[in-house]
């Protein structure tokens, strides 16, 4: 499929200065940000195609590249925002990114294209440690800085030397034509250092594999879908580069009397045939103790009753739900011959006053003699 025009990705004119393609690209990459969008390969589609845009666009060189000859003028530079991708692009990202995802702009840590992998983990909770919020204690297998090299990479007494091609800048300049393009040094893969005595324990990497501990502080009404970010616990970096994050993703277990929606819970709760005719009060569960409900006389079986505030505190705003009851009439099983007896006493005596005590089984006695008169006539 043929590429997109670039200044129509981003929805700028061509005589966009620096400013108004910064403006659009945030715009763009808050939107459609992997992290806002989880398994959403549409969006991680589109943000990447409004990354690799801004990079050409924001570069001088390149811009004019691209002016000129369209793709063909930056074939080959763009798109290449992962690992030690495209030039600058790193510090780029960190400067947009560092006040929305945490990913540390100018003067914090380097920009998210150089950071270590971020990590998910799947947290299982009961619905009373969401409600009531709890600690967890979890294990994550993930790539750590190596304590040998202290995430250099080199051997200890050694240090990594400067590129020799790049002259440690990472970057080497193009020439092609009459214009020059700047490009990731393909010796150092953009890093501006060489290793020529490897760390033993990592290999040169900086990092080993390691399952480490965690403590997961979780916080009071989380549902199931919500994420806790544990900043910096993510993959180390390659050679001493920042670690990513873990976003730690709640997941809610079954449980055996209520389910939960939002800051609602709802359970069902059977009463006998005798209490939902003549009414009484029953003890209902709830996340804080015993409530008594009270059944009105004449209930019928689906009938729903809502006890305000017995439901869930909102983790973000602090109101609470509330809990509805279902009242569901059971019919009795395993009778008794006696009990046999006196059913069909009283199934007589409501017989006797006609359609005033079962309405609806009256109303549609009605409706079923009409229906068979219409079908034979």
Known sequence: MAKRDYYDVLGVGREAGDGDLKKAYRRLAMKHHPDRNPDNSKAEQQFTEAKEAYEV?????????????????????AGMGGGAGAAGFGDIFGDIFGDIFGAGGSGGRRGRS??????RY????????????SDSRIQVSTLVRCDTCSGSGAKPG???????????????????????????????????????????ECSGQGRVQKRKTLQVKVPAGVDDGDQIRLA????????GIAAGDLYVLIRLKSH?????????????????????????????????????LKIPAESQSERVFRLRGKGVRNVRSGSVGDLYCKVKVETPVNL??????????????????????????????????????????
């Open 158 to 200: 050694t240090a990594p030397s400067a590129c020799s091609t790049c002259a440690g800048q990472g970057q080497v300049r193009m020439q092609q034509g009459f214009f020059s393009i700047q490009q990731t040094c393909p010796q150092c893969s953009g890093s501006g250092r060489v290793i020529t005595s490897p760390c033993g």
């Open 122 to 133: 799947e947290l299982e909770l009961t619905l009373e440690d969401a409600v009531r919020g």
């Open 232 to 239: 910096g616990e993510g993959e180390s970096g390659a050679a």
């Open 256 to 292: 055996s009397i209520f389910s939960r929606d939002g800051d609602n819970l709802y359970c069902e709760m059977p009463v006998s045939f005798a209490a939902a005719a003549i009414g009484g009060n029953i003890d209902i569960p709830t996340l804080s103790g015993r409530a008594n």
């Open 57 to 77: 666009l924001s570069d001088e060189g390149k811009r004019a590249a691209y002016n000129q000859f369209g793709h063909a003028g930056v074939e080959g530079n």
């Open 336 to 377: 008794t011959r006696r009990q046999k007896e006196v059913l069909s006493e009283f199934e007589e005596l409501t017989n006797g006053g006609g359609g005033r005590h079962s309405p609806r089984q009256n109303s549609w006695s009605g409706k079923l003699k009409s229906f068979f008169e219409d079908l034979v006539s």
């Open 114 to 119: 150089a950071r270590g992998a971020d990590l």
